[in-house]
């Protein structure tokens, strides 16, 4: 039987962990997808002043060869190693800790009066919440189960 999505991502973490330090980078992120038919298992990785082409090379060297000799992944699959991009989503604690401060696009389940989407200073967040604060100053509060992503916003 095959792996879960999530049981193959937490295989991978540890070794995609090691292969961000030996390249000094961080471990941004991890998914395996299915798209158009096809598997990919992608490894995002960030550094304070960005990530070049040099940097996913190196990552990209160093777990080919753990994939290669671990073989985890029963099925086909491409793999991939990027940088999360600009307007990154946020999804574990140490994202939301890197851009505390910062501007963020709340997208939500279900419209509070009136509207799906909110953009403001991201100023505070836990387990359960995740608070910002608008344009006119007041804070909004939202339920961490009500959103349905959070992104980094960047006005262009």
């Known amino acids: ?13 540890p070794w995609a962990l090691s292969a961000c330090e030996t390249a000094g980078v961080i471990l941004w992120d ?22 070049g082409i040099e940097d996913c090379e190196k990552v990209s060297h160093i777990m ?7 073989d985890p992944i029963e099925e086909s699959y491409s793999f991939q ?11 574990l604690p140490h994202h939301f800790e890197r851009f505390l401060g910062e501007a963020v ?15 403001g200073i991201l100023s505070a967040f836990d387990d359960d ?7 006119d100053e007041t804070n909004v509060t939202f339920e961490r189960t009500a959103i349905s992503k959070v992104k980094v916003y960047f006005e262009f």
């Not at 039987?1 to 973490?13: E, Y």
């Not at 919440?129 to 344009?135: M, S």
């Open 105 to 119: 696009r709340v997208r939500l389940y279900k419209a509070l009066d009136g509207n799906k989407e909110y953009i």
């Open 30 to 51: 991890i998914e395996y997808v299915r798209e158009g038919g096809e598997n990919y298992l992608r490894v995002f990785i960030d550094k304070e002043d960005g990530i």
């Open 81 to 91: 190693v990027s940088s999360p991009g600009i307007e990154r989503e946020l999804r």
């Open 129 to 135: 919440n995740l608070t910002l604060t608008l344009d």
């Open 1 to 13: 039987m095959a792996m879960s999505k999530q049981a193959i991502v937490a295989l991978i973490r």
């Open 64 to 70: 080919n060869d753990i994939l290669d000799t671990e």
